[in-house]
Nanobody, 125 residues
Framework: VQLQASGGGLVQPGGSLRLSCAAS????????IGWFRQAPGKEREGVSC????????????SVKGRFTISSTISRDNAENTVYLQMNSLRPEDTAVYYC???????????????WGKGTLVTVSS
């Protein structure tokens, strides 16, 4: 399984970024894929996840109304892409963002089996 994340960078407060994660090489019929983040000195937290079967979406309270998750799913799971559109960014959104995938309907890091390398998002003026 490969998860390739991209799209991080430096942005001013109030700005926007879009993260992308290309997922390939898995054969799960049902899965949850999403984004997690870890800020310096803090624990990793689930930001947003989406389920493959019913597109049920989870957002952390801190990002509701500002972040939007979406995905494109190929029929054979050959390659699926999940996006995280981040608007109205705040300095507290600064973190390394990770894409992850797991078999259980939850957006908790311990339930994720596969992880991509992180991409750094820095929100600063």
């Amino acid at each position: 399984v490969q998860l390739q994340a991209s799209g991080g960078g430096l942005v001013q407060p109030g700005g926007s970024l879009r993260l992308s994660c290309a997922a390939s090489g898995f054969t799960l019929d049902y899965y949850v894929i999403g984004w997690f983040r870890q800020a310096p000195g803090k624990e990793r937290e689930g930001v947003s996840c989406i389920s493959s079967s019913d597109s049920r979406i989870y957002y952390a309270e801190s990002v509701k109304g500002r972040f939007t998750i979406s995905s494109t799913i190929s029929r054979d799971n050959a390659e699926n892409t999940v996006y995280l559109q981040m608007n109205s960014l705040r300095p507290e959104d600064t973190a390394v963002y990770y894409c992850a995938l797991g078999p259980v309907r939850t957006c908790v890091d311990v339930a994720m089996d596969y992880w991509g390398k992180g991409t750094l998002v820095t929100v600063s003026s």
